[in-house]
C-alpha cells in the first residue's frame, strides 16, 4: 500500500501555481473591464430614462394649471394664477432646457446669434454633445414666457430677449422652478425664476 501523502506536503505540479495564477488574475482584469464597459453603457440609458420621467412630470403639472385660474395682469388686485412648483435635477451634461422655443435653431451652441422659433407645447433638452431630445405637451396650447418681478409683483419681462417668447433654463438644470397661470390678452405659463 502506498503511503498517503499529506496535502501539505505534495508538491506536485508546483511548478504550475505562478502560471495559474497569472492566468485568474487575467482572466479577472478582463470580467472586470468588460463590467466597466457596460456600466458605462447601462448608466448612460439610466440617465436617459431619469431625463424623461423628470420631463413627463413637468408635462403634467403644465397640463394641470392650464385648466385652472389665470391672474389678470391688467388687473393689480388679481388673485394668484394657478401654480406649480417642480424639482429638476438633470444630468450635468444638459446644455439647456426650453420651455416653449428653439433658442438655437442652427445648433451652432450660441444661444444669441440667431432667432429663436417658437414651439408651443414644446420641451427642447440640449446635451453639451449636440444631441437634442424633443418632447411635445399634447393637449390645450401652452405659451411660455419669461417672468420678472416688478414692485413685488410677477409679470412679463419687457427687456427679455426675442420679444418674451419662450423661456430656457441654462446648466446646471437643478433646482426648483415656479411656474404660474396669467392672462395678457391670452393665457401664458409664466416663470418665476
Avoid at 135 to 144: D, H, Q, Y
Wanted: hydrophobic share 40%.
Amino acid at each position: 500500500m502506498e503511503k498517503e501523502r499529506s496535502f501539505l506536503r505534495d508538491i506536485r505540479a508546483i511548478d504550475t501555481v505562478p502560471l495559474k495564477i497569472v492566468l485568474y488574475l487575467a482572466v479577472t482584469g478582463v470580467i472586470l473591464m468588460l463590467v466597466a464597459v457596460s456600466w458605462n453603457s447601462v448608466s448612460s440609458f439610466f440617465a436617459g430614462y431619469h431625463v424623461e420621467e423628470q420631463i413627463s412630470d413637468l408635462s403634467v403639472e403644465f397640463l394641470s394649471i392650464q385648466k385652472g385660474y389665470a391672474r389678470d395682469l391688467e388687473n393689480t388686485g388679481s388673485l394668484e394664477g394657478s401654480m406649480c412648483t417642480v424639482t429638476l435635477a438633470l444630468p450635468e451634461n444638459v446644455r439647456f432646457l426650453a420651455l416653449g422655443v428653439d433658442p438655437d435653431p442652427d445648433t451652432d451652441g450660441n444661444l444669441s446669434n440667431s432667432g429663436w422659433l417658437p414651439e408651443n407645447n414644446t420641451l427642447l433638452i440640449q446635451y453639451d454633445n449636440g444631441l437634442r431630445n424633443r418632447f411635445t405637451i399634447k393637449g390645450e396650447e401652452i405659451r411660455f414666457m419669461k417672468g420678472t418681478v416688478t414692485e413685488g409683483t410677477w409679470g412679463l419681462d419687457p427687456h427679455s430677449v426675442q420679444d418674451n417668447m419662450g423661456v430656457v433654463i441654462e446648466s446646471p438644470v437643478n433646482g426648483e422652478y415656479t411656474f404660474e397661470l396669467v392672462l395678457s390678452g391670452e393665457k401664458y405659463t409664466l416663470s418665476h425664476f
